[in-house]
């Protein structure tokens, strides 16, 4: 069993920064692909980034590509979410999760383990 906990969100103007963390517990973190998603007001969830066991392949989606970074540090049993010039459209509640094959896919339905989440708001 893997447990998540989401860490760093935050009030944030529009052009900043922030830094994700999610810590989880268990010996077998570094078997499984970890992702990121986001869901905002009245929105769906949606895929934000994801990361394979080893760190070696990441993807993102494409209102994140070059301003968020995904990264991994197994013997923390941490995955971080960098995001630099956020948007308005940034906020949402930040949820991580854990993919026990691996692979960090882009569908939610592929992660078995999900942290509580973080609210990252971004003023205008």
């Known amino acids: 069993q893997v447990q998540l906990v989401e860490s760093g969100g935050g009030l944030v103007q529009a052009g900043g920064s922030l830094r994700l963390s999610c810590t989880a517990s268990?010996?077998?973190?570094?078997?499984?692909?970890m992702g990121w998603f986001r869901q905002a007001p009245g929105k769906e969830r949606e895929f934000v980034a994801a990361i394979t066991w080893s760190g070696g392949s990441t993807n993102y989606a494409d209102s994140v590509k070059g301003r968020f970074t995904i990264s991994r540090d197994n013997a923390k049993n941490t995955v971080y979410l960098q995001m630099i010039s956020l948007r308005p459209e940034d906020t949402a509640v930040y949820f991580c999760?854990?993919?026990?094959?691996?692979?960090?896919?882009?569908?939610?339905?592929?992660?078995?383990?999900w942290g509580q989440g973080t609210q990252v708001t971004v003023s205008s």
């Open positions: 999760a854990a993919d026990r094959r691996g692979l960090g896919a882009q569908e939610g339905r592929q992660y078995e383990h």
């Open positions: 268990g010996r077998t973190f570094s078997n499984y692909g």
